[in-house]
C-alpha cells in the first residue's frame, strides 16, 4: 500500500513537472494555462457556440429559419451519408483553433474537443448504435508532412470516452486532393471523386460513425461515406466539431 501511495506521488510529480516544461495552452486564444485539468482560460469561457435548434435535419449544421428542415446545400443535394451531428458554429475563435489543430501541431485541442463531442453529442451518438468510429483519413504524403491525422486524434477521445471501437483500418485516402477552402462546391466533389478507397478484406459492420474536424459542403465525408455502403455497410453517419461555412 505504502509503495502504491509512493508510485501515486511520484506520478503527480512528473505530471507537474511535465505541465511546467509543456505547459497547456487555451484552445481558443492559445495563451498558456496552468490548470492542467482545463483547456479553456478564464476569457474564453464562452467561446464555443454549440449548435442549437433549428439545425438541418440532414447534416446538422444550424439554420436560421424554425420551419426549415434542411439547409441550402441539403436541399440542392443528395448526400450518401445517412445524417450527420456537429458540435459547434464556426466563429472566429473556433476557426482559429481549428486552424492551429491541423497546421500548428496543437493536438491536444482533439482532446478538449473530444471531451465536448462526448458531453454533448453523446446521447445521440448512442442512438446510433454504431459499431466503429471511423476518422477521414489523410493521404499518405499529407500524413508523413503534418505527423498527425485531427480526425483520428478526435475520435480516438471519442472512441475512449463512449466505449467505441476506432477502426483506422477500412479507409485509406489514394487521392492526395488539393485543399478545399478556396474552391466551391462543384469542384470540391470533382476534387475528391475517388479519393477513399477500402483496405480491409471485408467490412463487416452495418452501422458506422465517419469523425472529421469541419464540414462544409458534405463533399468529404461524402465520398468517404460512399466507399463504406459500396463495402456494404448499410447506415453511415457523420460527426464532426464544426459545420459551417469557411
Same mark, same amino acid.
Given at each position: 500500500?505504502?509503495?502504491?501511495?509512493?508510485?501515486?506521488?511520484?506520478?503527480?510529480?512528473? &505530471?507537474?513537472?511535465?505541465?511546467?516544461?509543456?505547459?497547456?495552452?487555451? $484552445?481558443?486564444?492559445?495563451?498558456?494555462?496552468?490548470?492542467?485539468?482545463?483547456?479553456?482560460? #478564464?476569457?474564453?469561457?464562452?467561446?464555443?457556440?454549440? *449548435?442549437?435548434?433549428? !439545425?438541418?435535419?440532414?447534416?446538422?449544421?444550424?439554420?436560421?429559419?424554425?420551419?426549415?428542415?434542411?439547409?441550402?446545400?441539403?436541399? %440542392?443535394?443528395?448526400?450518401?451519408?445517412?445524417?450527420?451531428?456537429?458540435?459547434?458554429? !464556426?466563429?472566429? #475563435?473556433?476557426?482559429?483553433?481549428?486552424?492551429?489543430?491541423? =497546421?500548428?501541431?496543437?493536438?491536444? !485541442?482533439?482532446?478538449?474537443?473530444?471531451?465536448?463531442?462526448?458531453?454533448?453529442?453523446?446521447?445521440?451518438?448512442?442512438?446510433?448504435?454504431? +459499431?466503429?468510429?471511423? #476518422?477521414? #483519413?489523410?493521404?499518405?504524403? %499529407?500524413?508523413?508532412?503534418?505527423?498527425?491525422?485531427?480526425?483520428?486524434?478526435?475520435?480516438?477521445?471519442?472512441? %475512449?470516452?463512449?466505449?467505441?471501437?476506432?477502426?483506422?483500418?477500412?479507409?485509406?485516402? *489514394?487521392?492526395?486532393?488539393? @485543399?478545399?477552402?478556396?474552391? &466551391?462546391?462543384?469542384?470540391?466533389?470533382?476534387?475528391?471523386?475517388?479519393?477513399?478507397?477500402?483496405?480491409?478484406?471485408? $467490412?463487416?459492420?452495418?452501422?458506422?460513425?465517419?469523425?472529421? &474536424?469541419? !464540414?462544409?459542403?458534405?463533399?468529404?465525408?461524402?465520398?468517404?461515406? %460512399?466507399?463504406?455502403? +459500396? @463495402?456494404?455497410?448499410?447506415?453511415? =453517419? *457523420?460527426?464532426?466539431?464544426?459545420?459551417?461555412?469557411?
Amino acid at each position: 500500500m505504502q509503495v502504491f501511495k509512493l508510485k501515486s506521488k511520484l506520478l503527480r510529480i512528473v &505530471d507537474v513537472i511535465l505541465g511546467l516544461i509543456y505547459p497547456e495552452r487555451c $484552445v481558443f486564444c492559445d495563451r498558456v494555462i496552468w490548470q492542467t485539468d482545463d483547456f479553456v482560460c #478564464p476569457g474564453c469561457k464562452g467561446s464555443l457556440s454549440l *449548435v442549437k435548434e433549428p !439545425y438541418c435535419m440532414k447534416c446538422g449544421k444550424q439554420i436560421d429559419k424554425e420551419a426549415q428542415e434542411l439547409c441550402g446545400d441539403c436541399e %440542392r443535394k443528395q448526400h450518401y451519408f445517412d445524417r450527420g451531428f456537429t458540435l459547434c458554429c !464556426y466563429n472566429d #475563435p473556433v476557426r482559429e483553433s481549428m486552424y492551429r489543430l491541423k =497546421y500548428k501541431n496543437r493536438q491536444r !485541442y482533439a482532446l478538449y474537443y473530444g471531451r465536448k463531442i462526448s458531453e454533448v453529442l453523446g446521447e445521440r451518438v448512442k442512438e446510433l448504435k454504431a +459499431e466503429a468510429l471511423i #476518422p477521414i #483519413p489523410l493521404h499518405e504524403d %499529407r500524413y508523413r508532412k503534418r505527423g498527425y491525422n485531427q480526425a483520428e486524434l478526435l475520435a480516438g477521445e471519442v472512441g %475512449r470516452i463512449m466505449n467505441i471501437p476506432v477502426r483506422t483500418d477500412i479507409l485509406k485516402r *489514394v487521392k492526395n486532393t488539393q @485543399a478545399q477552402k478556396t474552391q &466551391d462546391a462543384e469542384a470540391r466533389r470533382a476534387n475528391l471523386k475517388n479519393a477513399f478507397q477500402i483496405c480491409a478484406n471485408d $467490412v463487416k459492420l452495418s452501422t458506422a460513425i465517419l469523425i472529421d &474536424d469541419i !464540414y462544409t459542403t458534405g463533399s468529404t465525408v461524402d465520398e468517404a461515406a %460512399r466507399a463504406l455502403k +459500396e @463495402a456494404g455497410v448499410d447506415q453511415v =453517419y *457523420v460527426v464532426t466539431v464544426v459545420a459551417g461555412s469557411v
